[in-house]
């Protein structure tokens, strides 16, 4: 068996884990937003230095099976409304009005589209031909480089067909300057028009720079006589190859990737209810698994807009280990800006001014200067002290102590605050805490919450990445039923089991060695209610009139990574690296215990006050709490009564 790499693109760092059996390998490198595919080859070649001695991106390609990647670029593209100027046609222009129905429709619907709308009704067989071409050459004069076709109503799929015969025929692809247009039918089957419409247009504007990327990275990797298709991780939490992914899908990909790893570790330990804490440069996510099942919504929401496909329930609060903390107004501020990865925060010497919780960390302590990002990043304990002074302590007039202790609090107060928000926090509930700075103030975030349990994976730093290795490849399809009958869902199923074999042959598979998954969804009470039916029978008493849509999954198993050992290790005492001086509120320096992970054996069994160290990750441990090394090599924290 050959290994599996995972890439998890984010918008600080992008983290790369290669799976082999039992054994991890793992690394970090600067994500370079002016072109991504930086950042992914230096990301191989670090890796493949750690495994080989040297850097022999060739051959560790040669020994890899798979590539799974996710990346944030959607999601910062559309944070940042950086895409195409997108065009629509529509029967009838006022069905714009019908999608900008809240602040934010009407904002990214401004952001996107702006006055770039047209009206084609397929309905009046008047000079069909000569008023689509006006339409599409009316919205390119007005600016728009991408244009989404959107008919509605029970006839709109067979409209929207109509149209693409007209339009291939009128503006081949082949020529030059031709504009790219999508039918919102070719992304989704859901009846639901505005929530299609919507996902035609987001995907239309995200499309464009996903793939001039991924295709360049794909192109790269064959290049080194990679053999298999680069797999694209998609926030349903499967994976595809470049050309059979909906650049939308791979919208919040990463931290979907967390959820997955998040599951495999609830299953691992027994937890029933498990809120996961994803600490990165900017943004902490939080989810959680309740019963073995990842908490998600049938229709997620992109930028507050419904859009036609599931999405992860994941609460992105704005603070994470570089969020600028600052007095204003005679209190302390957390976020939601942050310096990212250049310039960084102070501390890193590259420039930044502001404070973070990272210069906090270091100035308290807790943080090792020479020994940061696996010793490849010097902190700066001067600029960081120079930051936390003039931004907080020197503006509310106390000790450069009293401002880290206040920052501290007021950061973990942010991030227990966004807990709070999204999840109920029940005697049952444990904490599981990744990213590069989940682990250093989870106890204290804990406690502010009640929580007496808390898991940190071994791999905590890159769970994100190790997260993406439990997907499968598969495609999930659906369609609107012309009416509730047996008749017509069997016609529909056997039109997506034919579009499942084309697209599962593209991916190299044989839809016989693929798992079909058949369904149906109703719609009640305004309410959509999804069932599996295994046998492709509808249910009795079902009626006829019932608005419903087949649905369709079909999945190819691939080899996922194992998640670690099991049993429970006679406890030994931890091996201590030394002393680290940890500095409190009034300045005064006290020892604890420095722990390394690599140093310890499953087992190592130790309280608090103490710190943990990774070579990416931190844990500072206080007094009260328990920490335990577990067969895996996860750390377990308990807080004692």
Known sequence: MGKLINIDNGGTLTDIVVVDGD?????????????????????????????????????????????????????????????????????????????????????????LVGERVAAVDPADDGDLDGRLVAAVNALTAGGANRIVVGMAGEAGAEAEARLRRIVLAKFPPHLLGAVPVLFSHQIAGDADDGRRIWSALLNAFLHPAMETFLYHAEHKLRDARFRSPLLIFRNDGDSARVAKTIALKTYSSGPRGGMEGARALAAHYGVGHLVSVDVGGTTTDIGATRGGHIESERRGRVEGVRVSFPLVDIHSVGVGGGSVIRAQGGEIRVGPESVGAQPGPACFGLGGKHATITDVFLLMGVLDPEAFFGGDLALDVERARAAVLENVARPLDMSVGRALAAMEAAWVERVAAGIREHCDIGPDTVLAAFGGGGPLAICTVAEALGVGRVLVPRLAAVFSAYGLSFSDIAHHYEVALPEASQAAYDAAIAGLTEQARRDMFAEGFSLDDCQLAPGLVRQADGQEHETALPDGRLPAGLDPDARCSATLSATRPI????????????????????????RDAVGEARPVPLVRLADNPPGATGTGPAVLEEDFFTCRVPAGWRYRFTAGGDIELVRES
Do not use: W
């Open 23 to 111: 054994d991890v390998v793992r690394t970090k490198t600067l994500t370079t937003p002016y072109d991504l595919s930086k950042c992914f080859f230096e990301g191989l070649r670090k890796v493949s230095q750690a495994i080989y001695g040297k850097e022999d991106v060739v051959g560790l390609l040669r020994d890899t099976d798979y590539i799974r990647y996710s990346t944030t670029q959607g999601t910062n593209a559309l944070v940042e409304r950086k895409g195409p100027r997108v065009g629509l046609i529509l029967a009838d222009a006022a069905g714009a009005g019908a999608l900008q129905d809240s602040a934010s429709t009407r904002e990214l619907f401004s952001a």
């Open 559 to 582: 080899r996922h990574a194992r998640f670690g050992s099991t049993g429970t290790p006679a406890e030994v005492s931890p091996i201590t690296a030394g002393e680290r001086m940890l």
